[in-house]
C-alpha cells in the first residue's frame, strides 16, 4: 500500500446490474465520468491498493466494490465559531456549514476539533455532547470541564435535551405532522453513509410544523426525539419533503458518487440550488450540566439559508405564509 493518502469509497451492485461489466458499471452509476476517467479510475485501484479490478471484470449483484483515490488538498473551511452561551461549565457555540466536526480522511487542520485547540491552547478541550454534519449548521453544544462534559452526554443520552432544528424542504409540507418510521443503513443504494426506512431499523421519532411556505418550498422546524444518524433529512424525504440541497436524500445516488468525485459543479448547482443542505440546528432546552436549572438556547437562521429564503419572497415565489418568527436570543430561564 502506497503512503498516499487515501479516500474510499463503496458501491453495493444492485440486482439489475448484474453480470455487466465494470468499467460499464461504473459509467452506469457515475453518469458524468468520461470513458478515459473511468479507466484511470479502475487503473488506481491497482496503484493505490493492490485490488485487482480491471475493466472487463464482471460484477455481480450484492458485490460490494471498494474504491480508493487520493485524497485531494485539504479544503478551506469557515473557522469562526461565534459563542451563543458560555459560562464556567458550559459553552453553545453556532457551528459554521461546511466545518467538520472530527477529523475525517479529508479534513484534518480544518475541523472544530482543531479550532477548539486553538482556542483553548492550555487545555483542557471543551467535551462535544453531540455532533452536527459537516454541512449542518447552528448551535452545538461543548462540556468545560469533566462533570459538566458527563453530565451533558447523560442528558443527551436519557432524551432531557430538547433540540430544534430549522429546514427549507421542498414542497407544501402540511401545517404539522409527527413522523415516527425506523431507520437503517440505505442497503438499496449502496452508499454506506447513507439511512433508509427499515422495518428492522432502529426506532426514530421526528415531530415538525410548518412555520411559512412560499411557492414551492417550506420553511420547517422539526424536533427529533431519538438521534438517528441523519434522522431528520430521512424523515423528511420519507415523508416527500426532501431537505431543500441535499445530495443524499431525495436524489438519484449518481448525484452523491458525482459529488463525492468531482465536487460541486455547474451541473449540480442547477440541480440542487445551493451548495450545502439546508438545515440548522435552531436550539435546544436542556438542564444546566452542573446546576440542573432549565436553559433555554437559540441559535438564528444561517445567513446563507435566509437569504435563499428571503430571495424566494424577493422574487415573487411567495405563497401563503404566516408571520415570520425571530430566533429568540439565548436565555435561562
Known sequence: MTDVELIEFRLMVQPQYHGWRLDRYIAARIPR????????????????????????????????????????????????????FRDQSLLAIDKPSGLPVHATARFHKNTLT?????????????????????????????????????????????????????????????????????????????????MAVREDGQPSLTRFRTLERRGSYSLLEASPETGRQHQIRAHLCAIGHPVLGDKLYGQPPEVWLEFIETGWTASLEARLLIPRHALHASG???????????????CALADDLRAFWEGLAGNGDAGPQEPSRRAPTASAT
Open 284 to 298: 435546544a432546552r436542556l438542564p444546566h450540566p452542573l446546576s440542573g436549572e432549565p436553559l433555554e438556547l437559540s
Open 114 to 194: 482543531a479550532v477548539l485547540r486553538e482556542t483553548f491552547p492550555e487545555g483542557p478541550l471543551p467535551i462535544m455532547a453531540h455532533r452536527l454534519d459537516r454541512e449542518t449548521s447552528g448551535l452545538l453544544l461543548l462540556g468545560l470541564g469533566r462533570a459538566s462534559g458527563v453530565a451533558l452526554k447523560r442528558s443527551f443520552r436519557e432524551r432531557r435535551v430538547q433540540k430544534r432544528y430549522l429546514a427549507i424542504v421542498h414542497g407544501a409540507a402540511p401545517d404539522e405532522g409527527v413522523i415516527d418510521l425506523s431507520l437503517g443503513p440505505d442497503l438499496v443504494s449502496g452508499i454506506r453513509v447513507k
Open 33 to 84: 465520468l468520461s470513458r478515459s476517467r473511468i479507466q484511470q479510475m479502475i487503473r488506481a485501484q491497482r496503484e493505490l491498493g493492490g485490488l485487482s479490478l480491471r475493466p472487463a471484470s464482471r460484477v455481480r449483484a450484492g458485490q460490494e466494490l471498494r474504491f480508493l483515490r487520493p485524497a485531494p488538498e485539504e479544503p478551506d473551511v469557515p473557522r469562526h465559531v461565534s459563542v451563543v
